[in-house]
């Protein structure tokens, strides 16, 4: 199907609409998103922020819409194949596995041997370790290579699992909320990562920090009731009516 | 993680060593044939214990029916011994002679077509484990595709235990029913109730131990293995970063189903028959308490707990038979509560230091015996 596009947008929501039991979490939502950008999704609790990272990578399945990416219609396929397709995602609270070490969990995400059998044969070779070193200097996380990801702080287990999307390439990275639970250290360095990962990739952001936001964000898409209220620069969003009426103004 | 030592680490190797030194050479030589015979029934029960740490203990998936797996794989191999020892001239006072004893007299009058092949060795030997896990692979297909899991996939092992129990006692004339299939007498025209092939039993049944605690192992130390980790902390985070979850829950449930067989196999060799009462929940939760017991995280605690529950089993339903089911009540309470890593575990923690120290000491010992003369 060769249907003409009026721009390659690297994701493109169209119509996009959930349900739960009655209640529309997402409804008729359209979202753009290029290459090489970050957008930041912002809106009150209950917007549907989560929801809509959940439709894209597959988590909960659209009852109307379709998202497609490079192309590909994500809403028929399964959570793996989604990420085979190059999507990445990173879950609210850090999703770790904490009984295996930084090497470990890095490893297991490194894209090779995902069938039965490839695991099995898998062989931890010189570029997968030259690769998780690689990324484990990404996420400040070099010195820590065998310690037991349990006892890593909340900062360095949401880095980690940063690491696990970036070493499996992802053309996008969605993250839900990076910095929640971080010090101010930790928050500076977060955004000079994301900044390190944009030269590579695209990425949508949820987040609260509105410091954070204005420190990162391209385009800023604002969520109100599973719809977008609003978008565009932080400037042109914060000065935009609706958005302080139902969000910024308190 | 020295890929120079293969599969094992050093330590692991001299586990290792130390098991097969017990049952190949000590076993053997501190005990008569009947008590021999005892060990070998003891040790088909580690082969499922040794899936179950595979299962249970690295994926966290609780089957409570691996007695399933254990029974069929018996089963398929008492149907060659049973078809061996209904020969005509053997079975000529039936009103149906040349078939098994049992189907005789629920008033069969031929043998069903799904035990003709177990005429053949060598169809038996490949039912042994196809059996099993062709029945584990449509169970878990279709528990894990569907994403059920945890307690409920517990209980439903649970109950296709106790429905092919009951399959198994009412379908008399096909299966031996509550008496199971009884009356066992050659291998191949070898008389299987003879010392010698007791003997030879139970050394076959080592090998394929110490087989099945190497196949373990290489899974374990895999990436596999980790996965089953991750899996068993973080389905999700797995699955999200691009594996097919269901895949794997589906490999480890068979190859546990596939080592049950092989114990249930050996039992029926070993033990001369096989019956339903190795096959239902009760039996299924004994296999687990064997697993718990060994340490859920240590294929050679497999060995020992199935080793040490069976050994206290023997002993103590010979002396106060009305007390084995309280202790082994009490045994799983204490599994939970003061050990929950199983003998393995307290193994480590309380044995293991003590012979580091100790070998740092020999070490150092070593180092310090020329002062005295450089003094």
């Not at chain 1, 070099?142 to 499996?168: C, F, N, P, R, V």
């Not at chain 1, 391209?218 to 719809?227: A, M, N, S």
């Not at chain 2, 190797?13 to 029934?41: E, H, Q």
Request: charged fraction near 20%; hydrophobic fraction near 50%.
């Amino acid at each position: 199907m060769d249907v003409a596009q009026p721009k390659d947008f690297l994701l493109s929501i169209e119509g996009l609409s959930v349900s739960f039991d009655g209640f529309k979490a997402v409804n008729d939502l359209s979202l753009y998103v290029e290459e090489n950008e970050i957008r930041v999704i912002i809106g009150p609790n209950g917007a549907g922020k989560t929801t809509v990272l959940d439709l894209i990578c597959g988590r909960t399945r659209a009852s109307e819409g379709s998202i497609r990416f490079r192309g590909t219609e994500l809403t028929k396929l399964r959570e793996h194949e989604i990420v085979h397709a190059g999507v990445g995602r990173k879950f609210q609270n850090p999703s770790i596995y904490e009984d295996l070490t930084v090497f470990e969990n890095l490893e297991l995400s490194f894209p090779r041997g995902r069938s039965v059998l490839g695991a099995l044969a898998f062989r931890r070779d010189a570029e997968v370790i030259n690769r998780v070193e690689e990324i484990a200097e990404m996420i400040f996380l070099k010195d820590h290579l065998e310690t037991d990801a349990a006892i890593l702080s909340h900062g360095q287990k949401q880095w980690l699992e940063i690491g696990m999307l970036l070493i499996q390439s992802p053309e996008l990275l969605m993250l839900d909320e990076p910095v929640a639970g971080m010090s101010v250290s930790e928050r500076i360095k977060t955004a000079e990562l994301l900044n390190t990962i944009i030269q590579k990739h695209s990425v949508i952001v949820i987040e609260h920090d509105m410091k954070f936001v204005e420190d990162i964000a391209h385009r800023v898409t604002v969520l109100h009731q599973g719809q977008v209220l609003s978008e565009g620069s932080m400037e042109r969003v914060k000065n935009d009516p609706k958005v302080v009426e139902v969000y910024l103004g308190h | 993680m020295s890929p120079a030592l293969f599969l094992f680490r050093k330590r692991e190797w001299i586990s290792f060593a130390i098991l097969a030194f017990i049952l190949v050479v000590v076993f053997p030589t501190l005990f008569d044939n009947f008590r021999l015979n005892l060990i070998g029934k003891y040790l088909t029960y580690s082969f499922v214990a040794l899936g179950l740490v595979l299962c249970w203990g690295y994926g966290g998936i609780l089957s409570l029916g691996q007695g399933i797996f254990f029974g069929l794989g018996g089963y398929c191999m008492a149907m060659f011994l049973k078809l061996e020892a209904s020969t005509p001239e053997a079975t000529a006072i039936q009103s149906t002679p040349g078939i098994p004893d049992f189907m005789d007299w629920n008033q069969l009058t031929s043998l069903p077509f799904w035990w003709q092949p177990f005429h053949s060795f060598t169809f038996t030997l490949f039912a042994t484990i196809a059996v099993p896990v062709a029945l584990a692979f449509i169970i878990s297909v279709a528990m894990f595709k569907r994403r059920v899991g945890g307690v409920y996939f517990a209980i439903i092992t649970q109950a296709i235990a106790a429905i092919l129990t009951i399959l198994i006692i009412g379908q008399q004339g096909y299966t031996g029913g509550v008496n199971g299939i009884t009356d066992l007498r050659t291998l191949l025209g070898w008389d299987i109730r003879s010392d010698n092939a007791r003997y030879v039993f139970y050394f076959i049944c080592v090998a394929l131990l110490l087989a099945s605690l190497l196949l373990a192992q290489f899974v374990r130390v895999s990436k596999f293995g980790r996965l089953l980790i991750a899996m068993r902390d973080k389905e999700d985070r797995v699955r999200f970063s691009g594996y097919d979850v269901a895949n794997f829950k589906i490999f480890i449930f068979c190859l546990s189903a596939a080592l049950s067989a092989i114990g249930g196999a050996m039992f029926t060799l070993q033990v001369g028959f096989m019956s339903p009462s190795f096959v239902g929940i009760v039996p299924s939760i004994e296999m687990v308490i064997f697993c718990a017991v060994g340490g859920r995280l240590s294929i050679f605690g497999a060995v020992y707990g199935a080793l040490l529950v069976n050994a206290a089993k023997t002993s103590l339903s010979e002396t106060f038979p009305e007390l084995w089911l309280f202790a082994m009540g009490g045994l799983f309470i204490a599994v939970v509560m003061v050990f929950p890593e199983g003998v393995a575990g307290l193994f480590r923690q309380h044995v293991e230091p003590l012979i580091t120290r100790g070998i740092s000491l020999v070490r150092i010992g070593k180092v310090r015996k020329p002062r005295p003369t450089a003094e």
